[in-house]
Every structure is written in C-alpha cells, then in structure tokens.
C-alpha cells in the first residue's frame, strides 16, 4: 500500500471512507474555499478569535465542525518507514508581505518537494508566535510553515520549530524588510533567500493529515512537521512579536487520526 493511502485510511477513522472529507469544505471545492478567505474578517484575539472562526462565514465551518483540524499535540506518534520526502530548493528573490496575519513571502517557481509520491510546489511560507504545533505538549517560540500545492490543489506543509539561539542569516534580509503593518507584497531588491538553509539538519519528522490552521481551516493538508528545531536570535523573535504578538491557533483534537513518526 502506498504511504499516502495509509495515512489518508489511518486519518479518515470513523468519517467516512474516501477523499469528499479531505477535499473541500462542506461540499465545496479547495478554490471556492481559498477564493472566499478574505470574505469575512478574523482573528486571534476578542470576538474573532479562533474559538468564534467556524460562526464568522458559512466559509469556514470547518474550523468548527471539522474532525481533522490543525495544529495538533504531536506525540504518541506511530514509528514509519524512512519517509520519501525529497526537497529540491533553491535561492528566490525576496518578495514579502504582511496578510495582517502573519509575515508570508511569496516563492518563485521552481521549489518542490516530492512527499508519498505526489510532486508539490512551494507557493509561499511564513511565521507563526508562538509555535502552533506542539511537541509532547512543549512549545517553541515560532514556527516557520513552507506551504507547497500539488496539481490537485492538495497541499503539503513543512512545520520547522524556531528556537531562541544564535542569530539567524537567512531570516536577516526578510526581517530587515518585513512590513509592520499589513501591506501588500514588495519586492526586495537584490535580496536572496536561501530556503535550503531554512531546514533543520535532522529530517525525522512527524506526518499527519490535517488542515489549513487559518480561515477557511479545509482539511486538505499534508503536514510534515520536523523533529529539529533551527535557531533565531531572542532579538530576532521579539522584533516580530512586536508585529504579531500572538498568530497561533491553539491545538486541535486528534479524533481518529494518527501521527507518524518519519525515522530519516
Ligand atoms: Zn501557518
């Protein structure tokens, strides 16, 4: 059996056999979804927090009633065969913006991954404070989610927990420019941003089938979430909380899905 239909089998549990769970909300397709993500305001903080997303739009019940949400608590993960995951990244020009959410650059064709056999592109990545995922119930100061879509509209996100260390290089030239108030995408310039450098040196990972952990929260995600975390500096972690004090939905429940646990 391929990896991709065991984790799909071991997600779905008691809801129901098949992709129409996976894909969509409600019925409606990846794109109407993604299409709709600007119709109704949100937040993580007051009436238009996370616990208030799924009564915000009919566009995003899923946040509500959906049963396999993220972020989750990884642990009590199910030990797997080496992981297929391939990275092929390279240097992009920096384009960044702030969505009033979070701080997203937008890549440059040409970034894939291959995970369980499907070839994804890298759309974009961006920031979380603090960390959405937990591991075995620890927080991280951040974490850096590389968001990738395959020709289906699935996706595949790279989860890298940020921890407080040495200062960190790549990050230099994207927080240099990173707008403070929401503020379409720019382009840097002459700035590079050397994705490759962005991945912790371990590729043990954790593998579930989960969701966008942001409005309209659709169940369409591969989430790959590392073991090893990469170092920023302190002053580099309160330069964008003073942005984004908090940008984490809390964790969700893990109802009938399992965690792999990628031994690379
Ligand atoms: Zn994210």
Redesign the pocket.
């Known amino acids: 059996m391929q990896r991709r239909t065991l984790i799909k089998l071991l997600t779905i549990g008691g809801a129901g056999i098949g992709g129409a769970g996976a894909i969509g909300v409600g019925g409606r397709s990846f794109a109407a979804a993604i299409a709709s993500e600007n119709h109704a305001e949100w937040g993580y903080v007051g009436a238009k927090d996370s616990t208030h997303w799924g009564d915000l739009s009919a566009e995003y019940q899923a946040c509500k009633v959906g049963q396999q949400q993220s972020p989750v608590n990884l642990q009590k993960a199910i030990k797997a065969e080496p992981s297929p995951l391939q990275i092929a990244y390279h240097d992009i020009p920096l384009r960044v913006l702030n969505n009033g959410h979070?701080i997203q650059i937008n890549a440059a064709p040409g970034n894939q991954i291959t995970l369980n056999g499907s070839v994804y592109e890298l759309t974009q990545f961006?920031?979380?404070h603090p960390s959405?995922h937990h591991l075995v119930s620890k927080t991280y100061p951040m974490?850096l989610?590389l968001?990738h879509k395959d020709s289906t509209g699935a996706l595949a996100?790279l989860?890298i927990f940020l921890q407080a260390g040495r200062e960190n290089d790549v990050l230099k030239p994207i927080w240099a420019a990173m707008p403070s108030k929401k503020q379409p995408e720019k382009v840097v310039t002459g700035a590079k941003v050397s994705i490759a450098r962005l991945l912790p040196k371990g590729r043990e990972a954790y593998e579930y089938f989960g969701s966008?952990?942001?409005p309209p929260c659709s169940e369409i995600v591969n989430w790959v979430v590392f073991h090893d975390p990469i170092e920023v500096s302190q002053s580099q972690i309160d330069q964008f909380k003073q942005i984004f004090s908090l940008n984490a939905r809390p964790i969700q429940p893990l109802s009938h899905r399992f965690i792999l646990d990628a031994q690379s």
């Open positions: 979070t961006h920031f979380h959405e974490e989610h968001v996100v989860g966008l952990t942001t």
